[in-house]
T-cell receptor, first 117, second 114 residues
């Protein structure tokens, strides 16, 4: 079974500082990994994904994440935080469900990113 | 762009009522999903469907059922609503190709059961 652990339910950084949101996963098969962002009162929007190939993945809004198989990690980073980055961030691993033709997603519990002016 | 539309943003119902949450996607996706989102618990999969009239249980199917009569529409049904089903419900869709296709989400329905 797959699982995702996001370290820190709340992370606070100053505007202009580095953003680092941590995600560790467990998977019995080669994983597909995703980061989603959720702004208040909205659904989830895909930030970036890792499937195969290059382990450093670039996404929207200046975010990137690096897949490290040896550490079973997929941490999300952004060099310089902006006030508009304040949101809830979810890491997810694709989880094949037996008997079905679809892959569900197993989500972490989310990290609320707070940007201090 | 993929559009996943949930029929209601906010819904208030009473205990014991039968509740229908509707979701429509416009990208001809085979897969559709229903999640519930609760603070501190993240998103949990309730049911999913990979074809018309097909359904599979997710992690927390108890107290829910689903219906998929048309490819573009996936309904979540609370047979007899209870207060512990007060939550945010999110619908998602994705194409059939299982090679890491992302899911596309609607804006959610915030359901309150009184």
């Amino acid at each position: 079974a797959q699982s995702v652990t996001q370290l820190g339910s709340h992370v606070s950084v100053s505007e202009g500082a580095l953003v680092l949101l941590r995600c560790n996963y467990s998977s019995s098969v080669p994983p597909y990994l995703f980061w989603y962002v959720q702004y208040p009162n909205q659904g989830l929007q895909l930030l970036l994904k890792y499937t195969t190939g290059a382990t450093l993945v670039k996404g929207i809004n200046g975010f990137e994440a690096e897949f490290k198989k040896s550490e079973t990690s997929f941490h999300l980073t952004k060099p310089s935080a902006h006030m508009s980055d304040a949101a809830e961030y979810f890491c997810a691993v694709s989880a094949p469900y037996s008997g079905g033709g679809a892959d569900g997603l197993t989500f972490g519990k989310g990290t609320h990113l707070i940007i201090q002016p | 762009d993929v559009k996943v539309t949930q029929s209601s943003r906010y819904l208030v119902k009473r205990t014991g009522e039968k509740v229908f949450l509707e979701c429509v996607q416009d990208m001809d996706h085979e897969n559709m999903f229903w999640y519930r989102q609760d603070p501190g618990l993240g998103l949990r999969l309730i049911y999913f469907s990979y074809d018309v009239k097909m359904k599979e249980k997710g992690d927390i199917p108890e107290g829910y059922s689903v219906s998929r009569e048309k490819k573009e529409r996936f309904s979540l049904i609370l047979e007899s609503a209870s207060t512990n089903q007060t939550s945010m419900y999110l619908c998602a869709s994705s194409p059939l190709d299982r090679a890491g296709q992302p899911q596309h989400f609607g804006d959610g329905t915030r359901l309150s059961i009184l």
